[in-house]
């Protein structure tokens, strides 16, 4: 694991033990302000990570003019088109889908040396635990993404699942303490912030300190220069889009109350993302997408760091 990621997750470590504390302490924004700064920051500060999909594409796809650059658009628009309207028909059948996906992806970010259980674990751990204490809250955010009868459905499935949950979260932190000191740490960091702080906290701090940045560091782990330079200015566009379409149809939405709209905006946004961000993902990580100018194969999630 290289020491940029190694510092990222013993950093990410102390500000979500500081948290969790702060949240056992009863400390917090007032919920509507809370609301939006939290989602303010997942926009700004964890979705623009999904613009490094362009350097990924660019290397899997051979992309180098505009034609191939307007098919892959297409390509990505079409499948968050279709979350979108997944979401729309069938919004239980959505949440569920979501929150299993979401768990999936979260459990590529463990370091190195992670157990299969202990990803497992680690990617349901914001979603599963903050139903241990919070779950009337946890309720009404869901409810507020996909209505409140969907909400109630999966809020209390995921109560029935915190406890035991948080049971083999103990057992796999100690039993990967020596193999994987840093995994066990981030695992144990990450319970303890989704226990004890209020849920949309848990997972903003989760997706713009830990996901969001990791992400980042393994794409850019094997591009030195000026490749560096040009993958970092190749994001630019994506995320000018993407904050674009968002601050649109917020303004759109205008009419629905400003709590729905953030989390219906945010969430559905992200899990609109996840989609096509996944199957790129997989598919470089199959295929062994090499950094640019033959330096050593890029770090995916999921992979080894």
Same mark, same amino acid.
């Given at each position: ?24 302490? /009863? ?14 920051? %997942?926009?700004?500060? /964890? ?20 034609? /191939? ?7 990505? %628009? ?44 680690? /990617? ?182």
């Amino acid at each position: 694991m290289t020491p940029a990621l190694q510092l990222q997750g013993r950093l990410f470590c102390a500000l979500a033990l500081a948290l969790a504390i702060a949240g056992l302490a /009863g400390a917090r924004l007032d919920v509507r302000h809370e609301l939006v700064v939290t989602g303010a920051l %997942i926009l700004l500060l /964890g979705v623009p990570h999904g613009a490094f999909d362009v350097v990924v594409a660019r290397r899997l796809f051979r992309i180098a003019d505009l034609r /191939g650059w307007a098919l892959f658009s297409l390509f990505y %628009i079409g499948l968050a088109a279709l979350v979108v309207a997944f979401w729309w028909l069938a919004p239980t059948l959505f949440l569920c889908a979501f929150l299993a996906v979401a768990a999936l992806h979260f459990g590529g970010d463990p370091a190195a040396g992670a157990s299969t259980l202990s990803r497992a674990l680690y /990617g349901g751990a914001v979603i599963v635990l903050p139903a241990l204490w919070h779950g009337a809250e946890l309720q009404r955010l869901l409810g507020l993404v996909a209505g409140p009868a969907s909400g109630a459905f999966v809020a209390t499935g995921l109560s029935l699942l915190a406890a035991p949950w948080l049971g083999a979260t103990v057992l796999a932190c100690v039993l990967q303490a020596r193999a994987a000191r840093l995994a066990a740490m981030e695992l144990a960091a990450l319970a303890a912030l989704s226990v004890a702080a209020p849920p949309l906290v848990a997972f903003t701090v989760y997706f713009c300190a830990m996901h969001s940045p990791r992400h980042i560091l393994r794409t850019l782990g094997g591009l030195r220069g000026t490749a560096a330079r040009r993958a970092l200015a190749a994001t630019l566009w994506p995320t000018a889009a993407v904050l674009t379409a968002a601050f649109g149809v917020g303004a759109l939405a205008s009419g629905v109350p400003m709590e729905t709209r953030v989390m219906q905006l945010v969430f559905v946004g992200l899990a609109a993302l996840t989609l096509p961000h996944m199957v790129l993902l997989e598919r470089a990580r199959r295929a062994g997408v090499p950094a640019e100018h033959g330096q050593s194969t890029m770090h995916l999630p999921g992979s080894d760091a």
